[in-house]
């Protein structure tokens, strides 16, 4: 199952607003990987971060991998329409299998 | 590159059929890997194969779930005797070397069992 607790669940956003999802372990990861899944779509690679403390961004998105090894956050500055979709975290300690979170679904508040 | 490529995209069966999917991975790619995801859930690790051999399985692959690399290309992933239970999307991905950063998934193909 699971080993990763992803939070919040779900988030409603306005465009320009800044939003923040974070994700945590009870096992310590090499590398953590943040994704993003549309409808009907494979996860796509947004931002991987190899070392304990490491603060990375892919343009707007900004993540860190957590001093522990066990937890990462994900930040989304001045969002967009196009923001909306399912971001996941995932977690590797053995360089091909995978853990991934439940999952983050990011919806822009009507 | 042509990306990885999954067919079909969705398979509707009756319980008790077997399924088959297809996986192609981008061109070169040695390692390939299946994922099953479940609805609100992530994707969870199923097998890997490094060119055509099957390297790990994973305890949520039963008996009734087979997957094959014969010549270190395409894959394929066969159900047999489906359940409601097997009721996801199963993606592929690839990768061309080590590094879980490099991996590429495909578009999945959804199965559903009724």
């Known amino acids: 199952g699971q080993q990763l607790n992803q939070s919040p669940q779900s988030m409603f956003i306005q465009e320009g607003e800044d939003v923040s999802m974070n994700c945590t372990s009870s096992?310590?990861?090499?590398?953590w990987l943040w994704y993003k899944q549309e409808p009907g779509e494979g996860p796509v690679l947004l931002i991987a971060?190899?070392?304990?403390?490491e603060l990375t961004s892919n343009g707007r998105l900004t993540a860190q991998f957590g001093i522990t090894r066990k937890d990462s956050f994900l930040n989304i500055s001045a969002s967009i329409p196009s923001d909306v979709g399912i971001y996941f975290c995932?977690?590797?300690?053995?360089?091909?299998?995978?853990?991934f979170g439940a999952g983050t679904t990011v919806t822009v508040r009507a | 590159d042509t990306g990885v490529s999954q067919d079909p995209r969705h398979k509707i069966t009756k319980r008790g059929q077997n399924v088959t999917f297809r996986c192609d991975p981008i061109?070169?790619?040695?390692?390939l890997y299946w994922y099953r995801q479940t609805l609100g859930q992530g994707p969870e690790f199923l097998t890997y194969?490094?060119?055509?051999?099957?390297?790990?399985k994973s305890r949520l692959l039963s008996d009734r779930f087979s997957a094959e690399r014969p010549k270190g290309s395409f894959s394929t992933l066969e159900i047999q005797r489906t359940e409601q239970g097997d009721s996801a999307m199963y993606l592929c991905?690839?990768?061309?070397?080590?590094?879980?950063?490099?991996?590429?998934f495909g578009s999945g193909t959804q199965l559903s069992v009724l």
């Open positions: 991905a690839s990768s061309l070397r080590q590094g879980v950063e490099k991996l590429f």
């Open positions: 096992s310590i990861f090499n590398t």
């Open positions: 971060l190899y070392k304990a403390g």
């Open positions: 995932a977690g590797d300690s053995n360089d091909y299998k995978l853990s």
């Open positions: 061109s070169e790619h040695n390692r």
């Open positions: 194969f490094q060119n055509e051999a099957q390297l790990e």
